[in-house]
């Protein structure tokens, strides 16, 4: 399993509040994670840091090999994340209002593991096709589900940073977690918006199924996504799954 990711600010913003990060627990599964700061100039780095960062460390320390465990251990290491960061947004005036996206990724022998809070999106690319597996937590979804919008209005619509669910900001994390089989050949795309707003579902596929190193691949969504503006920092993580995968 070959894991690749990078992360860019962009060609409008002055600092990268995107933060990104793959680690292991002792019974060797992978965890791969990408966090999107919101509140700008209000600490939007700090927690996108810190979600990544903290549950990064916990989860080395963690020794499940078990989805049913993992989904547990998610829940409420989200929720303890989010408490962190409230309390460090109290603790500093120049915090006050942060928050992040998160989107993530747990691969098991021959299952993995999606889990989101915000627009930070995951995709499975498989035998040619694209697939989004995560659901946005934003208003502009809300007017699609509703029918209010279309999908094409949604990708400009004025109000579209505006985030329904995060980490930090509400007291309520809730995130979404969904289990996954696995097959040979699988890609798996963790982003985020910066991404996802600049490039089309079809330049991802064409990237995807490309014969490029999944680390090229990265640079090259990245490459798209400046030449289109840029307007926020991006950030691309690919999980390519070999040729095989276990069965339990």
């Known amino acids: 399993m070959d894991f690749a990711y990078r992360s860019d600010i962009g060609q409008q913003r002055k600092e990268n509040e995107d933060y990104v990060g793959v680690f292991k ?14 509140g700008g100039h209000q600490g939007g780095d700090v927690a996108s ?8 460390y ?9 989805p049913t465990d993992a989904v547990k251990w998610l829940a409420a290491e989200v929720q303890d994340e989010n408490q962190h960061i ?3 947004a109290r603790e500093f005036s120049d915090l006050n ?15 993995f593991l999606m889990a989101n809070i915000g627009d930070s999106r995951g995709y499975l690319f498989r035998d040619g096709q694209l697939q989004q597996l995560t659901e946005d937590h934003s208003l502009v979804n809300e007017l699609v589900k509703r029918g209010e919008i279309s999908a094409e209005q949604a990708r400009q619509h004025p109000q579209k940073n505006i985030i329904t669910r995060t980490l930090g900001i509400s007291p309520d994390a809730d995130i979404d977690t969904n289990l996954y089989k696995m097959a040979p050949g ?3 795309l963790l982003c985020s918006d910066g991404l996802t707003n600049m490039v089309t579902d079809q330049q991802l596929t064409t990237v995807l199924q490309s014969d490029q190193p999944a680390a090229d691949k990265c640079a090259t969504l990245i490459k798209l996504a400046n030449s289109a503006g ?6 691309a993580l690919i999980v390519a799954v070999d040729g095989e995968v276990a069965s339990k």
Do not use: P, W
């Open 25 to 38: 627990n002792t019974a060797g599964i992978n965890f791969a994670i990408v966090a999107d700061g919101i």
């Open 49 to 56: 840091e810190m979600a990544v960062s903290h549950m990064g």
């Open 58 to 66: 916990r989860f080395e320390n963690t020794t499940f090999s078990d």
């Open 86 to 88: 409230i309390e460090k």
């Open 97 to 111: 209002g942060m928050g992040t996206t998160m989107v993530a990724a747990l691969m098991f022998n021959d299952e």
């Open 186 to 188: 699988d890609q798996l």
């Open 230 to 235: 840029g307007y926020d920092n991006i950030t």
